[in-house]
């Protein structure tokens, strides 16, 4: 039973193989938080719970003389508004009286099996292997009759908890939530944890950050309207000390594609407490009687084995409860070459043809024609939203070219921008009003683009009309789905003004009925998700795509930081890595090794290559096929921290049965005359001996673990190595 109910101490304890979550109805029927982390027996541990009379702390009014209780001090599973707790809110509503007050107490719970489900939010899903269990308690305010169903479903095997909230206004009487936060995770003793997260930029998304947790609230979020490439919706609360290998470590990934936003906030007391959800910031979402607001999920899992025991909980999870499509597990992707850094938007189908037929000599099995094909698309200002075939540039059709391709024995892919709109182009000409404009004011403009106003059904129908129309015209194996700009003049043409603070997460929730109606009707296309490169890598676009495009930069030194940092909750098979021409002074085969950390492939001119990098590409495209059961279904371990000082990067991919291996090392710098370094391998049976690179020797896996590999010395700064360990039978 991985959900146990004490009825007595009214406990609800939630255990995974190796964790335990447990809340209880405490005082007054408040819904306590008590504990998250290594498996404890069901017993109640509430007496973690001290209570003192504190100052400034109110205390509610049910407890009158009982001045020792104050919610300002109780670890809370869902902490309120304008009830004596003056940390950061769960929720905050306005009540039709227009009162701030929301008084939540538990009402009741059910436990039932299988996972939960979400109405309008994609969600991770429950195998049937699984055995999942999932509980719904109600929190009721009985004043205003707004009532909260806090979900949990527990992946007990996976060492996974899943939480989702929605809201129901059971009252008479419209009310409107400011802010509703999908999870709150409240630490008694927070004192000692650090907060790790993935901020970043344009071409360099999800560096890693790690601060200490200080008397403040530390907010990390988007109100780009997408998760964004300057910070990503998972964070990591973990101990100080801990390394990649030891050391308590929790991870929350919100399955959520829009505005976000994770506050950590240590209070007077050295109480932690997470809350992370919908970001607040322009949100304000009316909910009628009778209506019911779904907030998006949280994914989250608890290791003690350091970051990379957190890393592989997810890598695991997400590989298999995440997204449906059969490229995830079960047909292998494709090697492919993308158009856009060979041609830009200048090509036509004899060139495609062209770069296709140098591409098959390197080992290539799909050709993506990248931005360019539609409308009138030349340059960057104009096309959008017009998704027909340019026909003076495709000039034999889009069908013709498609075959064309395929006789070569390739397959074909396609780009999209489906969100984004030019002022020059057919459908803006037609509907300027499906583009987002605040009226009255002249908009912001991106790369010279609008955005579509997602939120309407109209703009939604004429998209999942006008892909699949392409998408069914001809025989495209792959489509990569693009967004190139953050959103601004939030507005919608089709809600009254009261409604305005709703747009942002209806543009989400639009985008999401479009990728349903087009990808999930699609099962035999392979997905790939792109924002300018990785501005929208988050979970909830992971459970449509399989794949999802890194970055923009191909740099591979800059990208050995960039999978390095996507890594700690994103698996290898997520990954879009390419090999480009950037980073001139770079071998192409330390590019290749880069990019078989990601779904490898190329961004260049094929007809451009001599015949021996042709044939070199050929050799590591064929070592991508060959490495491809370790790298996509391995277990991943960081070696090196890239942002560290350091002379070289390294990381690895080992089997699950420990059989394979495939550690890779890239040298950034080597100093003059200085010490032999060696890179130790992790994750290997200690008592099994390897034979690396197919040679006669044979090494212990102990020693490859302990002592290490040394790495050779006297080589050209950005050398490569990639050892290949397989394990021996018998010695
Ligand atoms: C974005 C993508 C690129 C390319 C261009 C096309 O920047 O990240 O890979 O597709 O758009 O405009």
């Not at 209780?69 to 950061?88: M, V």
């Amino acid at each position: 039973m991985s959900i146990v109910i004490q009825e007595k101490c009214k406990t609800i304890t939630l255990h995974t193989k190796n964790t335990s979550y447990q809340m209880k109805i405490g005082n007054l029927d408040y819904l306590l938080h008590l504990y998250y982390g290594p498996r404890i027996p069901d017993k109640d541990v509430s007496y973690q719970i001290q209570q003192y009379d504190r100052g400034f702390s109110g205390n509610p009014y049910e407890s009158r003389n009982e001045r020792t209780f104050s919610l300002d001090a109780q670890p809370q599973e869902f902490s309120t508004q304008q009830q004596g707790d003056f940390r950061t809110p769960s929720i905050e509503v306005v009540n039709s009286d227009g009162s701030y007050s929301f008084h939540g107490k538990a009402a009741g719970y059910q436990v039932f099996d299988g996972k939960y489900q979400l109405e309008t939010l994609p969600c991770v899903f429950a195998n049937k292997e699984d055995h999942v269990q999932s509980l719904a308690i109600t929190l009721v305010d009985e004043v205003s009759k707004v009532e909260l169903s806090l979900l949990y479903s527990v992946f007990e095997e996976a060492d996974v908890i899943t939480r989702a909230v929605k809201v129901k206004n059971a009252g008479t009487a419209p009310m409107h939530l400011k802010k509703i936060m999908s999870l709150c995770m409240d630490f008694l003793n927070g004192a000692g944890f650090d907060l790790i997260s993935l901020p970043g930029r344009y071409g360099q998304e999800r560096q890693v950050e790690r601060q200490p947790m200080t008397h403040h609230i530390h907010s990390i979020g988007s109100i780009r309207g997408s998760s964004s490439h300057q910070q990503n919706p998972f964070v990591i609360l973990c101990d100080r000390q801990a390394t990649e290998d030891f050391g308590k470590c929790y991870g929350f990934s919100l399955m959520y594609s829009g505005n976000f936003l994770a506050e950590a906030e240590l209070d007077q007391y050295d109480q932690l407490r997470l809350v992370m959800g919908i970001n607040p910031k322009q949100f304000f979402y009316e909910l009628k009687p009778g209506e019911v607001f779904e907030c998006p999920e949280v994914v989250m899992a608890f290791s003690k084995h350091g970051l990379t025991g957190l890393s592989h909980l997810y890598h695991d999870f997400y590989r298999t409860n995440l997204c449906h499509s059969k490229f995830v597990m079960d047909v292998q992707r494709p090697v492919l070459i993308n158009s856009w850094e060979a041609a830009f938007m200048d090509f036509d189908d004899v060139k495609l043809v062209e770069i296709a037929k140098a591409a098959k000599k390197m080992g290539v099995d799909l050709l993506v024609m990248d931005d360019g094909w539609f409308g009138k698309r030349d340059d960057d200002n104009s096309g959008l939203g017009d998704w027909y075939v340019n026909e003076n540039k495709i000039k034999c059709g889009l069908h013709k070219l498609v075959e064309q391709i395929n006789d070569l024995g390739m397959k074909f892919g396609i780009w999209f921008e489906p969100e984004m709109v030019s002022e020059d182009s057919d459908l803006y000409r037609a509907h300027p009003d499906w583009a987002m404009q605040i009226p009255g004011r002249h908009a912001v403009r991106s790369r010279n683009q609008m955005a579509l106003d997602m939120s309407r059904k109209e703009v939604q129908d004429y998209l999942i009309k006008r892909i699949n129309a392409v998408l069914d015209d001809a025989n495209i194996y792959y489509v990569k789905w693009d967004i190139n700009r953050s959103l601004a003049d939030i507005w919608s043409n089709a809600l009254p003004a009261e409604k305005q603070g709703e747009v942002y997460h209806r543009y989400i929730l639009g985008l999401y009925r479009v990728m349903d109606e087009i990808i999930l009707t699609h099962p035999d296309i392979l997905f790939e998700g792109c924002s300018g490169g990785g501005g929208r890598y988050d979970a909830a676009m992971l459970h449509y795509y399989p794949q999802y495009w890194v970055s923009d930069n191909n740099h591979p030194i800059d990208r050995l930081k960039l999978h390095y940092g996507t890594s700690f909750v994103y698996p290898t098979c997520t990954m879009g890595a390419h090999i480009s021409d950037s980073g001139k002074l770079v071998p192409l085969k330390t590019k290749a090794v880069v990019a078989m950390c990601g779904t490898f492939g190329y961004e260049l001119d094929a007809t451009h290559l001599s015949e021996e990098e042709q044939a070199l590409c050929k050799e590591q495209s064929d070592l991508f096929r060959k490495y491809y059961p370790i790298t996509f279904f391995g277990d991943f371990y960081r070696l090196t921290n890239p942002f560290a000082p350091g002379n070289m990067t390294a990381w690895q991919h080992v089997t699950k049965d420990k059989s394979k291996s495939l550690l890779s090392v890239v040298v950034t710098n080597l100093t003059c005359n200085g010490p032999q370094e060696y890179i130790r391998a992790k994750g290997l049976e200690e008592d099994a001996f390897y034979r690396m690179n197919g040679g006669e020797e044979l090494y212990s896996g102990a020693v490859l673990m302990n002592a290490g590999i040394p790495i050779p010395r006297e080589v050209p700064d950005y050398t490569a190595f990639q050892y290949y360990l397989e394990k021996v039978k018998e010695v």
